[in-house]
């Protein structure tokens, strides 16, 4: 399954030069290993999605885990698919 989820610039940057290996999310989507995430950079003060989008990056989810998590939230392991 594909999932197409927003990052702020300052967590974007990070997964892009692989210094981020990890997303935490809230679990509404059902994710699982070996889903695709379609991370677009957002910048939360443009707007969704007219103008606030610039860049995206593919990953693949490699890893879940909710230990320690706030209920309904989950960590995401991802490798990164392509580079910006």
Known sequence: MEHEIK????FFSRISIGQKTFEIRKNDRDYQVGDTLIIKEFDPKKGWPEHGVYE???AQI???STFMQVDG???L???????R
């Open 7 to 10: 990052c702020n610039p300052e």
């Open 56 to 58: 995206s990056i593919t």
């Open 62 to 64: 490699v890893y879940i």
């Open 73 to 75: 939230y989950c960590v």
């Open 77 to 83: 392991g991802i490798e990164v698919k392509n580079d």
